[in-house]
Structure formats: structure tokens, C-alpha cells
């Protein structure tokens, strides 16, 4: 099963000082966190703030070579965890045919904001991964995929991440 999910921000983990993409559910209260590079994260940063350059960027170069040829995004889609990297597809249409491209979820999702393709998450990978969820009665249930120690640390670092943390927030 697929969930709907929207750009929640961007974070700094105050730890590693690594920029966090959080998706969070479309319908529900679940927020996937990913650890993404500092290029990327200003990318979609850049398309959520609406901060214009005066060159485009590659996500912008993309968007706009694709416009010229006449590809539609409809949606990505982050479908798989392995090792801890997770996996995404960009699905593109051109002349009546639907491809899926391999994607990492920054770039699917920076695409995304450009082009107003829906943010897919498998519901699989979320079960895989080490969930949030910023209901009470949801940070109790089980993370899985993780030693209790990294449970532990991910738990901690969610419950607080201090609002000042977030750089570009939805």
C-alpha cells in the first residue's frame, strides 16, 4: 500500500549536523525522517522558501528539460530500505508512456516540489524504518529495524529536536 505523504521541513540533526528531510503522512500523524545530503537539502530548501538564483539549479535544470520535452511527473515514490539507504522511483510520462526511474528520495522529492508530483512512501519501507509520529499514543509503538540502543538515540533526537532546528518548515 502506498501513503500520501508531504514535505514536513527540513532539520538540522544537532548531533551530526546533517540536514533531515521529514515526510509526514498526508492523513495521519506518522513522519519519516531521512538524512540527506547539504546540496540537496538546500534544493528543496531554496523550493520551500521560493528563493530564486539567478541560474537554475540542477533540480530546476531538470524540471525545466523536462517541461521542454514534454514530461509529466505525476508522483514519486520512496519504495524501498535497504542497509539503511532508502530507495525512490521517479514515475515520468512521455508520449503516453510511463517509466520509473531510480531516484534517491532527495532528489525524487525535490523534483517533486518543483513539478507538484505527489510524495509516495511504500508502506513497507515505513515499517521497515525507525517511525515517528508526533501523537502521544503513536511514540510508544514499536520501531523496528534497529538495535534498542538506536532505537533509543532516534526516540531521543525526534522527542528533542527543538523548533529552532527547523530551518524550513511546511
Do not use: C
Not at 527540513?10 to 503522512?25: C, G, H, R
Amino acid at each position: 500500500m502506498k501513503i500520501r505523504m508531504v514535505i514536513h521541513g527540513i532539520a538540522m540533526d544537532p548531533m551530526s549536523n546533517s540536514p533531515v528531510m521529514l515526510l509526514k503522512e498526508a492523513e495521519g500523524d506518522r513522519i519519516l525522517p531521512i538524512w540527506i545530503g547539504v546540496l540537496e537539502a538546500t534544493s528543496i530548501a531554496a523550493k520551500l522558501e521560493n528563493i530564486q538564483f539567478p541560474r537554475p539549479l540542477t533540480h530546476d535544470l531538470m524540471k525545466n528539460i523536462f517541461d521542454f520535452l514534454g514530461v509529466k511527473i505525476p508522483k514519486i515514490e520512496i519504495v524501498d530500505l535497504k542497509d539503511n539507504t532508502y530507495y525512490a522511483v521517479i514515475t515520468i510520462n512521455i508520449e503516453g508512456k510511463t517509466i520509473d526511474i531510480d531516484a534517491r528520495p532527495s532528489d525524487a522529492v525535490a523534483l517533486a516540489l518543483r513539478t507538484g508530483a505527489e510524495i509516495f512512501v511504500n508502506e513497507e519501507v515505513l515499517k521497515k524504518s525507525q517511525l515517528y509520529s508526533e501523537t502521544p499514543a503513536e511514540k510508544e509503538k514499536e520501531i523496528v529495524g534497529a538495535t534498542e540502543q538506536e532505537k533509543e538515540k532516534l526516540k531521543e533526537l525526534l522527542e528533542n529536536l527543538d523548533p529552532k532546528y527547523f530551518k524550513y518548515k511546511m
